[in-house]
């Protein structure tokens, strides 16, 4: 069973994205906040990370750049907000995001998504 960590500060979404996944058959952990999420990690190891980038404590591209640059982990990071700046977008990837997905979304497209990053 796969492991996703999902990093969002909003509940309601972090409750749907949460049914969603769970009903796929993953196993899921949900965190509220940036250090919750850096925290986790450093204890545990996951398949994918799913994280917001406006949360409280660290965002998301903060998140990104301790987990590749400090930590040196390499599992697949998936971005999902609603900031589709391009040069919001194009920051997370050079931090090492390897996909990004704007809110509002369809959680058939997170699906797949999600399936295509795990492969």
């Known amino acids: 069973m796969k492991k996703i960590l999902v990093a969002e ?13 769970v009903r796929d058959g993953y196993d899921v952990v949900k965190v509220f906040d940036g250090k919750e999420c850096l925290a986790y990690l450093k204890e545990n190891t996951v398949d ?3 994280t917001d980038l406006y949360m409280p404590y660290l965002n998301g591209n903060e998140v990104i750049n301790i987990v590749r640059n400090e930590m040196k982990l390499t599992f697949p990071i998936l971005v999902l907000t609603a900031d589709g700046a391009e040069d919001t ?14 809110k509002p979304f369809s ?9 295509k990053l795990l492969r």
Do not use: M, P, W
Request: zero cysteines.
């Open 89 to 102: 977008v194009l920051k997370a990837f050079d931090l090492g995001a390897d996909d990004y997905v704007i």
């Open 48 to 50: 994918l990370l799913i």
């Open 9 to 21: 500060d909003n509940k309601l979404i972090l409750e749907t994205i949460n049914h969603k996944l």
């Open 107 to 115: 959680l058939s497209e997170l699906t797949i998504r999600i399936r």
